[in-house]
């Protein structure tokens, strides 16, 4: 039985369901508060988007991030918290035109590709109510989706990318005894605890970490490269 789609607000740390944290991040009393005294410190003010991301039902972030930092930024942030493994190739997809990595648009130079550098701000992409695809490895692809749900005027200090509210890590039962599984199975998919681990058929050497990301199970990945800034009490 898998777990709810529920996480917890970085500012106030009340818990909201996945489908409801974007409308309590937009009147969370602890989070304007936060805002309007980064704004008294006196710093330079400028454009910050909140964009949410989604990786199938289970996994999504709300972030903000500076409207002029770059795609390749937001490429580089999406691969440390939730993708890396290989250094696989990515791409965006913004309103039909494709902004690719650099090493893909260098190995189809010559191709006719209607496709773009990453090295674009996002204030010249994207605006309010934009969404945008994702793909991360183009074989053993990872598909994401984001949304942006608002520009503001403000200073995120000393944060590059802030991360407001991610899904909690959800519960998957093992297929074999019905208890928490720590492992997921490359060849079969099975999710697997580790008491169940030796009796697997498909063997140990198959097995990968149960992680909070929409690339478990997929190619290698063993989790995160990079670490929260903030630990939910």
């Given at each position: 039985m898998?777990?709810?789609?529920?996480?917890?607000?970085?500012?106030?740390?009340k818990k909201f369901s996945g489908a409801g944290m974007g409308?309590?991040?937009?009147?969370?009393?602890?989070?304007?508060?936060?805002?309007?005294?980064?704004?008294?410190?006196?710093?330079?003010k400028y454009k910050i988007y909140h964009i949410k991301i989604s990786g199938y039902k289970y996994y999504w972030l709300h972030i903000e991030i500076p409207g002029n930092a770059t795609l390749d930024d937001l490429d580089e942030f999406l691969r440390g918290i939730w993708l890396e493994c290989c250094g696989h190739m990515s791409s965006f997809t913004i309103r039909g035109v494709k902004y690719d990595d650099e090493r893909l648009l260098d190995e189809f130079s010559d191709w006719d590709m209607p496709s773009q550098s990453m090295n674009k701000r996002l204030y010249s992409v994207l605006k309010v109510k934009d969404g945008f695809s994702y793909e991360y490895d183009f074989g053993s692809t990872t598909y994401l989706e984001g949304h942006v749900l608002a520009v503001r005027e403000g200073n995120l200090g000393k944060d590059k990318i802030r991360i407001l509210a991610r899904n909690n890590p959800y519960v998957f039962e093992c297929d074999h005894c019905g208890k928490t599984a720590t492992n997921t199975c490359l060849e079969c998919e099975e999710f697997v605890c580790d008491q169940c681990l030796d009796s697997h058929a498909c063997g140990e050497e198959m097995m990968l970490d149960v992680v909070n990301s929409p690339r478990m199970g997929v190619c290698g990945y063993g989790g995160p490269d990079m670490i929260d800034d903030w630990t939910p009490k």
């Amino acid at each position: 039985m898998e777990s709810k789609s529920e996480g917890i607000c970085r500012f106030c740390l009340k818990k909201f369901s996945g489908a409801g944290m974007g409308r309590h991040l937009s009147a969370c009393k602890t989070r304007q508060g936060k805002n309007a005294s980064e704004l008294k410190a006196g710093r330079k003010k400028y454009k910050i988007y909140h964009i949410k991301i989604s990786g199938y039902k289970y996994y999504w972030l709300h972030i903000e991030i500076p409207g002029n930092a770059t795609l390749d930024d937001l490429d580089e942030f999406l691969r440390g918290i939730w993708l890396e493994c290989c250094g696989h190739m990515s791409s965006f997809t913004i309103r039909g035109v494709k902004y690719d990595d650099e090493r893909l648009l260098d190995e189809f130079s010559d191709w006719d590709m209607p496709s773009q550098s990453m090295n674009k701000r996002l204030y010249s992409v994207l605006k309010v109510k934009d969404g945008f695809s994702y793909e991360y490895d183009f074989g053993s692809t990872t598909y994401l989706e984001g949304h942006v749900l608002a520009v503001r005027e403000g200073n995120l200090g000393k944060d590059k990318i802030r991360i407001l509210a991610r899904n909690n890590p959800y519960v998957f039962e093992c297929d074999h005894c019905g208890k928490t599984a720590t492992n997921t199975c490359l060849e079969c998919e099975e999710f697997v605890c580790d008491q169940c681990l030796d009796s697997h058929a498909c063997g140990e050497e198959m097995m990968l970490d149960v992680v909070n990301s929409p690339r478990m199970g997929v190619c290698g990945y063993g989790g995160p490269d990079m670490i929260d800034d903030w630990t939910p009490k």
